[in-house]
């Protein structure tokens, strides 16, 4: 198994250029979900999905779309990049919530470290 | 909306010294995770607890979960070189999403 796979690595835009990070894992997950890591910040939740066909915005959503049409694939589109989404991007992935209480722990892509000038 | 304090943000010890970071949330949680992320990589599941007062071990690290559910630990006996890295929780409370703290970014001299 693979597990999560990002792309790129690494990416670097200019103001107002959009791009799309893609993610795919391959172990039946129905939870995905894309974070950003800033220094200091931890993780930040920017949008999520419980299963195809299916998306929430998280925490800092503005300025990014998903959309979730398979299990696998869960892409997040930049539509007009600013020097503040500058950050690395996770993708994660789980199954969803098991049982009261106990949850499937997250999976974790390598990340995609962006660069906005 | 729900936060995630963790303390401190940076520790550095040598090598053989013991290492606690410690995680507070705003509100009760169902259950508390932790994570690590080696630097340049991930990051990578340690443990959940779910347990008012739980304790858990893995083998040089003690995690802890508060009687009341707002507060979690985690101690590493006798550091060494491999623990480098940044150690995040994860709580889950009321929001149906996990809340990660700020991290504690650990550096061990030899």
């Known amino acids: 198994n693979a597990g999560v796979t990002q792309t790129p690595k690494f990416q670097v835009l200019k103001t107002g250029q959009s791009m799309t990070l893609q993610c795919a894992q391959d172990?039946?997950?129905?939870?995905m979900s894309w974070y950003r890591q800033d220094p200091g910040m931890g993780l930040r939740l920017i949008h999520y999905s419980v299963g195809a066909g299916i998306t929430d915005q998280g925490e800092v959503p503005n300025g990014y779309n998903v959309s979730r049409s398979t299990t696998e694939d869960f892409p997040l589109r930049l539509l007009s990049a600013a020097p503040s989404q500058t950050s690395v991007y996770f993708c994660a992935s789980s199954y969803f919530r098991l049982i009261q209480g106990v949850d499937s722990p997250l999976h974790f892509g390598n990340g995609t470290r962006l660069t906005v000038t | 909306g729900q936060q995630v304090m963790q303390i401190p943000q940076y520790q550095h010890v040598q090598e053989g010294e013991d290492f606690t970071t410690y995680c507070n949330s705003s509100t009760t949680l169902s259950n508390i995770q932790w994570y690590k992320q080696r630097p340049g990589g991930h990051p990578v599941f340690l443990i959940q607890l779910v347990k008012s007062g739980e304790v858990k071990k893995q083998k040089r690290l003690t995690f802890q979960f508060g009687e009341a559910k707002k507060n979690s630990s985690l101690h590493i006996t006798a550091t060494q070189t491999t623990d480098v890295g940044t150690y995040f929780c994860a709580g889950r409370g009321s929001a149906r999403q996990l809340t990660f703290g700020s991290g504690t970014q650990l550096t061990v001299l030899p």
């Open positions: 172990m039946n997950h129905e939870y």
